[in-house]
């Protein structure tokens, strides 16, 4: 029975990405799927010895026929340099997987997985990494960068293998670790650590705030810009209050920016639909020159603080 481990499409909340999705087969047959986002990355090609795109021995003529006419660009010795640094994995002691991309159908074809939905996997019997070239698709800004973090999901899947991490984690453990380790990647080495939606903030994680929170949508990934006009990433999760006995109905947004809540803003919600700001909170490092939801503007370059300041 073939063994493999995938990358699949994240099951998407309305108004946003953030949830990841994790299923497991059988201990030898497990189909294991995560959700994320990713960045960018400009990758120099050097010439090397290591085996690089090839068909493999599987593919027919017309999945051949079917594989990337231009591949995502990739350094095979720097990912195993920084494997190993991540991991502490002797990986030039194991032998060398082949990497092989390919368009949406051929991955179809050759794996019997969705072209749509699974974008990395990873067969200890061949030794063979496969990268659906759909990944491309699911960061339209930065095209390259969510299948470069799939190659080095699928990698990491490798190292396991060839480590014999395998036989002792489950199936969910192993696909936590590869995503752990891939977060630290494109966080540390890629250089973008807002690009994986947070958990959910407990309410000790929050400011004093006059009403309890309870959390409905999100978090989802959006842009605004800094008072220099730059842009930055932040996610917003939202949320709603009812205070009783009066009735009356809020809701509340949360921001999130460089690995930190960062903002708390409340609303009350009349019958007509308006919103009237309430109540809001910042970190003492970003609070906004201007009020009212997302259309705040930060201080330039702003530094979390570790401290809440009431705006509002």
Same mark, same amino acid.
């Given at each position: 029975?073939? =063994?493999?481990?995938?990358?699949?499409?994240?099951?998407?909340?309305? *108004?946003?990405?953030?949830?990841?999705?994790?299923?497991?087969?059988?201990?030898?047959?497990?189909?294991? +799927?995560?959700?994320?986002?990713?960045?960018?990355?400009?990758?120099?090609?050097?010439?090397?010895?290591?085996?690089?795109?090839?068909?493999?021995?599987?593919?027919?003529?017309?999945?051949?026929?079917?594989?990337?006419?231009?591949?995502?660009?990739?350094?095979?010795?720097?990912?195993?340099?920084?494997?190993?640094?991540?991991?502490?994995?002797?990986?030039?002691?194991?032998?060398?997987?082949?990497?092989? =991309?390919? =368009?949406?159908?051929?991955?179809?074809?050759?794996?019997?997985?969705?072209?749509?939905?699974?974008?990395?996997?990873?067969?200890?019997?061949?030794?063979?990494?496969?990268?659906?070239?759909?990944?491309?698709?699911?960061?339209?800004?930065?095209?390259?960068?969510?299948?470069?973090?799939?190659?080095?999901?699928?990698?990491?899947?490798?190292?396991?293998?060839?480590?014999?991490?395998?036989?002792?984690?489950?199936?969910?453990?192993?696909?936590?670790?590869?995503?752990?380790?891939?977060?630290?990647?494109?966080?540390?080495?890629?250089?973008?650590?807002?690009?994986?939606?947070? +958990?959910?903030?407990?309410?000790?994680?929050?400011?004093?705030?006059?009403?309890?929170?309870?959390?409905?949508?999100?978090?989802?990934?959006?842009?605004?810009?800094?008072?220099?006009?730059?842009?930055?990433?932040?996610?917003?999760?939202?949320?709603?209050?009812?205070?009783?006995?009066?009735?009356?109905?809020?809701?509340?947004?949360?921001?999130?920016?460089?690995?930190?809540?960062? *903002?708390?803003?409340?609303?009350?919600?009349?019958?007509?639909?308006?919103?009237?700001?309430?109540? +809001?909170?910042?970190? +003492?490092?970003?609070?906004? =020159?201007?009020?009212?939801?997302?259309?705040?503007?930060?201080?330039?370059?702003?530094?979390?603080?570790?401290?809440?300041?009431?705006?509002?």
């Amino acid at each position: 029975m073939r =063994q493999f481990r995938t990358r699949e499409r994240p099951s998407i909340p309305q *108004g946003g990405r953030g949830r990841r999705t994790l299923t497991a087969g059988g201990a030898k047959n497990r189909c294991l +799927a995560i959700a994320i986002l990713s960045g960018t990355l400009i990758v120099g090609l050097v010439p090397t010895a290591f085996p690089a795109d090839a068909p493999s021995a599987d593919l027919s003529p017309r999945v051949a026929t079917l594989q990337a006419e231009v591949p995502v660009a990739y350094d095979l010795p720097v990912l195993l340099a920084t494997l190993t640094e991540l991991t502490g994995w002797p990986v030039l002691d194991w032998p060398l997987p082949r990497i092989v =991309q390919l =368009q949406p159908e051929a991955f179809q074809q050759l794996t019997q997985l969705s072209r749509r939905s699974v974008f990395g996997l990873y067969v200890p019997e061949t030794n063979q990494v496969f990268l659906n070239l759909h990944c491309r698709s699911q960061w339209p800004d930065e095209p390259e960068v969510f299948c470069r973090a799939t190659l080095f999901h699928e990698m990491v899947h490798w190292g396991q293998h060839h480590s014999g991490i395998d036989e002792m984690l489950s199936g969910p453990e192993e696909e936590q670790q590869a995503l752990e380790y891939e977060i630290h990647y494109v966080e540390t080495k890629l250089g973008f650590p807002d690009l994986y939606p947070p +958990a959910r903030p407990s309410l000790d994680a929050l400011p004093p705030l006059t009403m309890p929170l309870r959390l409905s949508q999100g978090p989802w990934r959006v842009s605004i810009q800094d008072a220099a006009g730059q842009r930055q990433w932040v996610w917003v999760a939202t949320g709603t209050w009812l205070q009783m006995p009066a009735m009356k109905r809020y809701h509340g947004q949360l921001v999130y920016h460089d690995a930190h809540w960062i *903002g708390v803003e409340i609303f009350e919600v009349d019958r007509s639909t308006e919103r009237h700001l309430v109540e +809001a909170w910042w970190d +003492a490092g970003y609070v906004p =020159q201007t009020g009212g939801s997302l259309d705040v503007v930060f201080p330039v370059h702003p530094t979390y603080q570790g401290r809440w300041v009431r705006s509002r």
